[in-house]
Antibody, heavy 125, light 109 residues
């Protein structure tokens, strides 16, 4: 089955960027729809964006447009999420997660399983 | 954006009893709803999708119901390992954002 292993915790200063990796094993990354979800300390879950397998494009939540970039290295089956212009409110655990949903007629339906173990990103001066 | 509201925020139930958790959508999402369980320090785990279908390996004591805007997760005969935070997630609107409820903490009474 699919297993996801994420990179380690990061501490960044405001205004900096962070790049989190998510290594896939047990499956080929190109056959997966990878998404990213974050969770601020003591808070709920927030979807950031993900890959639409049907048309081959990445969709980002409007809130993060212009600040987030999700990429994939298919040679190593590793997905990446880079977030720039960091601020204190970006302090959170960032998860990669595989969509188990489907796309039909140009519409996708995504629910997530499994998830990576999470990467804590702390933004502090 | 579709807003998901879960109730109650905290639910205290004794082991062996039944727990009922609610999730409401701000507009109809048909049956495009998933439930997750999250324990401290762990990633969420998928329990149900399509409002009622259990994910692989999920025990039969977990069941879901509802459609449209009102949904329920029921855990019959609570086990010690079931005490956790539960989130609902809608995946109805396209393009996203997909949105989650704020969570219900299920604690031991």
């Amino acid at each position: 089955q699919v297993q996801l292993v994420q990179s380690g915790a990061e501490v960044k200063k405001p205004g900096a960027s962070v790049k989190v990796s998510c290594k896939v094993s047990g499956y080929i990354l190109t056959e997966l729809s990878m998404h990213w979800v974050r969770q601020a300390p003591g808070k709920g879950l927030e979807w950031m964006g993900g890959f639409d397998l049907e048309d081959g494009e990445t969709i980002y939540a409007q809130k993060f447009q212009g600040r987030v970039t999700m990429t994939e290295d298919t040679s190593t089956d590793t997905a990446y999420m880079e977030l720039s212009s960091l601020r204190s409110e970006d302090t959170a655990v960032y998860y990669c997660a595989v969509s188990q949903g489907y796309c039909s007629g140009g519409t996708c339906y995504d629910w997530f399983d499994p998830w990576g173990q999470g990467t804590l990103v702390t933004v502090s001066s | 954006e579709i807003v998901m509201t879960q109730s109650p925020a905290t639910l205290s139930v004794s082991p062996g009893e039944r727990a009922t958790l609610s999730c409401r959508a701000s507009q109809s999402i048909s049956s495009n709803l998933a439930w997750y369980q999250q324990k401290p320090g762990q990633a969420p785990r998928l329990l149900l999708f399509g409002a009622t279908t259990r994910a692989t390996g999920i025990p039969a004591r977990f069941s879901g119901s509802g459609s449209g805007t009102e949904f329920t997760l029921t855990i019959s005969s609570l086990q010690s390992e079931d005490f956790a935070v539960y989130y609902c997630q809608q995946y109805s609107n396209w393009p996203p954002p997909y949105t989650f409820g704020q969570g219900t903490k299920l604690e031991i009474k």
